[in-house]
């Protein structure tokens, strides 16, 4: 079974400064890797997703995320945040039954 | 737009009753999945059915069952509703056998009292 561990809970930031929300996950096999943010009352939205090539996947809204196979980490980056930021990110991995693994996620809460 | 639908956005029933709820899949995609999201957490894995049939299952128990429908709708039903059951529920649509992602719908909050 694969496991998804995001290891803030609540990240603070100020507005325009650079985030680095962390994901790990637990793997004995390959899979693909997603990152989905969740603004309040809404479902999810997919950022980016890694399925193979490039490790750095650069998404919407300016993220980027990076794969890191032998630390089996799936980090979330944003050079320079906005308000509009603020936000519920989980990370989540799928597995090779098509079904998707979700971390706790953690807050991210832009400060003016 | 994801395209993926749900109703009712919220509902509030009382211990032991049944709860229908029901999600319209984004357009040509033939899998759905529900997740469970509890206040605070991370949505968790309920099942998932493709070309009607369920293709998978979560570590939810038998009194949570689901139907999908040739035209890809697909329902989420629970019997015997417990206090626990209160949460954000959500499906999401996907292409299977491909590596495409799933488009979540915006969710049913319900509400057990």
């Known amino acids: 079974a694969q496991s998804v561990t995001q290891l803030d809970s609540q990240v603070p930031v100020f507005e325009e400064a650079p985030v680095e929300l962390r994901c790990n996950y637990s793997?004995?096999?390959?899979?693909?890797l997603f990152w989905y943010v969740q603004y309040p009352n809404q479902g999810l939205q997919l950022l980016l997703k890694?399925?193979?090539?490039?490790?750095l996947v650069k998404g919407i809204n300016g993220f980027e995320a990076e794969f890191n196979k032998s630390q089996t980490s799936f980090h979330l980056r944003k050079p320079s945040v906005h308000i509009s930021d603020t936000a519920e990110y989980f990370c989540?991995?799928?597995?090779?039954?098509?079904?998707?693994?979700f971390g706790t996620g953690t807050s991210l809460t832009v400060i003016p | 737009e994801t395209g993926v639908t749900q109703s009712p956005t919220h509902l509030i029933k009382t211990r032991g009753q049944q709860v229908t709820l029901r999600c319209s899949s984004q357009?040509?995609?033939?899998?759905v999945s529900w997740y469970q999201q509890a206040l605070g957490q991370g949505p968790q894995f309920i099942f998932q059915?493709?070309?009607?049939?369920?293709?998978g299952r979560g570590n939810f128990p038998p009194r949570f069952s689901g139907l999908q429908f040739p035209n890809y709708s697909s329902e989420l039903n629970v019997n015997a509703l417990e206090l626990d059951d209160s949460a954000l529920y959500l499906c999401?649509?996907?292409?299977?056998?491909?590596?495409?992602?799933?488009?979540f719908g915006p969710g049913t909050r319900l509400t057990v009292l």
């Open positions: 999401a649509s996907s292409l299977t056998g491909s590596t495409d992602t799933q488009y």
């Open positions: 793997s004995s096999v390959s899979v693909y």
């Open positions: 890694y399925l193979s090539g490039s490790t």
């Open positions: 989540a991995v799928r597995s090779t039954g098509n079904q998707f693994y």
């Open positions: 357009s040509g995609h033939n899998t």
């Open positions: 059915y493709y070309r009607e049939e369920e293709n």
